[in-house]
């Protein structure tokens, strides 16, 4: 899977949430309820996005610190 299409997959639980709030306070503005049901779905997309984010930075941190470990067995001792 490509850099771009992981951050196309983390991104759309952000976009999701962003639509979810969006769409209550739509509903608010008409009726003048507050979906509380809707606004917890957000927070839900919220922090799944936020999962994501976090697991791609610490597979990127793995790897480089992988990296960097076969790189210096390589380098010749002085």
């Known amino acids: 899977m490509s850099r771009s299409s992981v951050l196309l997959i983390i991104g759309i639980p952000w976009a ?26 957000a927070c839900i997309c919220f922090s799944i996005g936020c999962l994501a984010r976090t697991s791609v930075g610490l ?14 067995m390589d380098r010749p001792a002085s």
């Open 16 to 41: 999701t949430a962003v639509a979810v709030l969006l769409m209550v306070t739509k509903i608010h503005s008409f009726s003048g309820r507050v979906h509380w049901g809707l606004l917890g779905s």
């Open 59 to 72: 597979h990127d941190m793995a790897q480089r610190a992988k990296h960097e470990s076969a790189s210096a």
